[in-house]
């Protein structure tokens, strides 16, 4: 055989057989979602959403939302933790999210002030989650310091762990820990920086 | 030591859909491949937690599929009757009709080299991991593609000149 025959073009050969249509493999990827969920192996199904502080990512387990990320922490990176920390059966699969991502997009639009989807706290520790359980008991339009929560979960002088609860929050948006500042009153850290923190905060005021 | 990171099963999906897509096709044709597609990748992620995070991801998913691309055109054959001989109306909507005349002449190659075909020339592994999939040596491997290439471009030929003909 001469050099320059070298391999049979064979995918050529096979093009009218394995050629595929435009929507084919996202039909598929949809049927995979619904069977893996009947079969209970999507461990982690997530999506993204668009809104005013940037693409949010959010993330659920069968139990509840588990995740919900900023850009800047940068999405691969972020469900590449969940698949080492919590389940590599991971897919694209948007509609356990649909009720989620409606209700964020009401609360962009100022149509609502709180969440009641189900939450799955497996991302934090006990102490944090305790802190993170009270957050919502702020009032939509309100702030509290890390010392006054330190305070309501019976630990007055946490307020440093509160601090780190907050920064740690796997709920940020869902979880208002955008509603606890500084004694002093100045903004404090946030997970998604400080203009998403100063964002959310204006979105309340101007709202409530 | 290196800890090995196991990626989020959705990475395989999206790198691998296509091919597995392709070789189902190749191994059990254009109406039951969106069938043995979902079963592979089904259960892929059924067993994906245990795969060890240095394994050949392609070579694994092809060897699934083999698998249950087999299951079906067994399953088929039991259900055949003696009329299946004539070419198939495919039903799917994939099946242009250019794609099973394809298949016509693809299905009736014998199944070793069908799946040697699929592995290598649209799966694009290499001879060596196809002889561990499939059991025997690399040459076979190799001998049974190029037979089974060599058919099909006899046949494909022959059906495009009584096309000329026509």
């Not at chain 1, 979602?33 to 387990?61: F, M, N, Q, S």
């Not at chain 1, 969440?115 to 309100?142: C, K, M, N, W």
């Not at chain 1, 309501?152 to 208002?176: D, E, M, Q, Y």
């Not at chain 2, 394994?55 to 259900?79: H, N």
Request: some cysteine; glycine content about 6%; charged content about 25%.
């Amino acid at each position: 055989m001469s050099a320059n025959t070298g391999e049979p073009n064979v995918p050529a050969m096979f093009a009218p057989l394995t050629t595929i249509g435009p929507g084919v493999l996202e039909k598929l990827h949809v049927a995979l979602e619904d069977a893996a969920g009947r079969e209970g192996i999507l461990d982690v199904a997530y999506r993204t959403i668009d809104t005013p502080v940037g693409t949010l990512l959010l993330a659920a387990t069968e139990r509840g939302l588990v995740r919900v990320a900023y850009d800047s922490e940068d999405h691969d990176v972020v469900l590449e933790g969940l698949a080492t920390t919590l389940s590599p059966r991971i897919l694209h699969a948007p509609r356990r999210l649909d009720t989620v991502a409606r209700e964020i997009d009401e609360y962009f639009a100022r149509r609502r002030t709180g969440f009641d989807v189900p939450l799955d706290f497996s991302l934090t520790t006990s102490f944090r989650r305790s802190v993170l359980e009270h957050l919502p008991q702020i009032a939509y339009g309100h702030t509290q310091s890390y010392a006054d929560v330190a305070r309501t979960v019976g630990n007055p002088k946490a307020a440093r762990a509160v601090g780190s609860a907050c920064a740690t929050n796997p709920l940020p948006v869902v979880i208002p820990c955008h509603r606890v500042l500084r004694g002093d009153g100045t903004l404090g850290g946030y997970v998604g920086g400080p203009a998403a923190k100063t964002a959310l905060l204006d979105l309340e005021t101007a709202a409530a | 030591m290196v800890v090995e990171m196991k990626q989020p099963f959705e990475k395989v999906v999206t790198e691998h859909s296509a091919t597995v897509l392709r070789v189902c096709r190749a191994i059990v044709g254009p109406t039951d491949a969106d069938d043995a597609w979902s079963e592979t990748f089904l259960a892929a992620m059924r067993a994906y937690p245990e795969l060890p995070a240095d394994a050949k991801v392609e070579a694994w998913l092809v060897t699934i599929a083999s698998r249950k691309a087999i299951d079906l055109l067994r399953a088929r054959r039991r259900r055949a009757t003696p009329v299946d001989e004539l070419p198939e109306k495919a039903s799917g909507e994939i099946a242009v009709t250019s794609a099973s005349d394809v298949w016509m002449h693809v299905k009736d190659l014998p199944e070793k080299q069908r799946q040697v075909i699929a592995y290598h020339y649209l799966a694009g592994l290499p001879y060596a991991d196809i002889a561990e999939i499939l059991g025997g040596s690399s040459d076979a491997a190799r001998r049974a593609a190029s037979d089974g290439i060599a058919t099909l471009r006899r046949h494909l030929t022959e059906a495009g000149s009584e096309g000329d003909t026509r």
